[in-house]
């Protein structure tokens, strides 16, 4: 296990990961770390807030335990079922024995050997290595309900199964939580987080990323990479590229063999960076040449 004792100790160990960050980001996870507070982390979509949750996990030798948030997300789904084919199952098997007492059948069914556990009640057990990191993925795409749930959660760090009691975590877990801001997240549970918005980073922070995840890259072409993708943030796009798909695309030059950016490279490879064909099209034709001279004339120097 990594011992993070300041801030630029969790700026190496992320690194390490293969996860540039700024100071301001590896603060606000130094400080969920140190006070044990879940950390919100906002930002556009693509900009790196699930992988630092990943990271995270990874430096600290942690279990990573994800919930995928969607709408219409309940709590029986993030944090326990009822294995009902198993429990029929016993029920029939029990009758066929002659066992009619129906106070004990119901005793043995609702034990932790029927349950079925979700995300949030992993979270709550002891797990090997430490308190696992919890990642509350895209909190933004559930609805008010399921968030005035999540705060007995994260407040106490407990979960309450009617058949069972209230169930404590004996360690908290390391809570990160995520959003792409489709819409706003309502105040009371953001008062119970450290809060930190990941923007896209600047020319050299994702040169540098590049270089961490795509080291076979060289390194004129990542820079041109880099710069390109960043004069394509400045487009009228209706979704912007974000650093995954800065990554994504220069793995894909490398499986060309590409060795520098051409009107035709950028063309046959736009689906890497963009995921809507209207914003494909915008980038046909001379559109790519204009942007790629553009960006080889302000492209700074090495």
Same mark, same amino acid.
């Given at each position: 296990?990594?011992?993070?004792?300041?801030?630029?100790?969790?700026?190496?160990?992320?690194?390490?990961?293969?996860?540039?960050?700024?100071?301001?980001?590896?603060?606000?996870?130094?400080?969920?770390?140190?006070?044990?507070?879940?950390?919100?982390?906002?930002?556009?979509?693509?900009?790196?807030?699930?992988?630092?949750?990943?990271?995270?996990?990874?430096?600290?030798?942690?279990?990573?335990?994800?919930?995928?948030?969607?709408?219409?997300?309940?709590?029986?789904?993030?944090?326990?079922?009822?294995?009902?084919?198993?429990?029929?199952?016993?029920?029939?098997?029990?009758?066929? /024995?002659?066992?009619?007492?129906?106070?004990?059948?119901?005793?043995?069914?609702?034990?932790?050997?029927?349950?079925?556990?979700?995300?949030?009640?992993?979270?709550?057990?002891?797990?090997?290595?430490?308190?696992?990191?919890?990642?509350?993925?895209?909190?933004?795409?559930?609805?008010?309900?399921?968030?005035?749930?999540?705060?007995?959660?994260?407040?106490?760090?407990?979960?309450?199964?009617?058949?069972?009691?209230?169930?404590?975590?004996?360690?908290?877990?390391?809570?990160?939580?995520?959003?792409?801001?489709?819409?706003?997240?309502?105040?009371?549970?953001?008062?119970?987080?450290?809060?930190?918005?990941?923007?896209?980073?600047?020319?050299?922070?994702?040169?540098?990323?590049?270089?961490?995840?795509?080291?076979?890259?060289?390194?004129?072409?990542?820079?041109?990479?880099?710069?390109?993708?960043?004069?394509?943030?400045?487009?009228?796009?209706?979704?912007?590229? /974000?650093?995954?798909?800065?990554?994504?695309?220069?793995?894909?030059?490398?499986?060309?063999?590409?060795?520098?950016?051409?009107?035709?490279?950028?063309?046959?490879?736009?689906?890497?960076?963009?995921?809507?064909?209207?914003?494909?099209?915008?980038?046909?034709?001379?559109?790519?040449?204009?942007?790629?001279?553009?960006?080889?004339?302000?492209?700074?120097?090495?």
């Amino acid at each position: 296990m990594t011992d993070i004792a300041s801030i630029d100790d969790v700026q190496q160990a992320l690194a390490h990961e293969g996860y540039v960050c700024g100071r301001a980001l590896a603060t606000a996870v130094f400080l969920s770390l140190r006070l044990g507070r879940p950390l919100f982390l906002e930002g556009e979509a693509g900009t790196g807030k699930t992988e630092i949750a990943k990271a995270i996990a990874a430096a600290l030798g942690r279990r990573l335990i994800r919930l995928q948030c969607y709408e219409g997300l309940d709590a029986s789904s993030a944090v326990y079922e009822w294995n009902f084919a198993a429990q029929m199952i016993a029920l029939r098997a029990a009758e066929a /024995g002659g066992n009619a007492d129906s106070a004990a059948l119901t005793d043995q069914l609702f034990t932790e050997k029927f349950l079925i556990e979700r995300p949030l009640l992993q979270a709550m057990r002891p797990q090997p290595g430490g308190a696992p990191v919890l990642l509350i993925d895209e909190i933004d795409r559930t609805d008010a309900p399921f968030e005035a749930f999540l705060l007995e959660a994260l407040s106490d760090f407990q979960v309450t199964i009617p058949e069972l009691g209230t169930i404590r975590a004996p360690a908290p877990p390391i809570v990160i939580l995520t959003s792409n801001r489709t819409r706003e997240v309502h105040d009371a549970l953001k008062r119970r987080c450290l809060y930190a918005w990941v923007d896209y980073p600047d020319f050299e922070r994702e040169a540098e990323i590049l270089a961490a995840r795509a080291p076979a890259l060289s390194a004129s072409l990542s820079r041109e990479v880099v710069a390109f993708v960043q004069a394509l943030r400045t487009e009228d796009l209706f979704k912007k590229p /974000g650093v995954a798909e800065t990554i994504d695309w220069a793995k894909c030059l490398l499986a060309l063999d590409a060795v520098a950016l051409s009107p035709q490279v950028v063309a046959d490879t736009l689906g890497a960076l963009l995921k809507y064909q209207d914003d494909i099209a915008k980038l046909q034709g001379s559109e790519a040449a204009r942007l790629l001279d553009q960006v080889r004339a302000a492209l700074p120097p090495a």
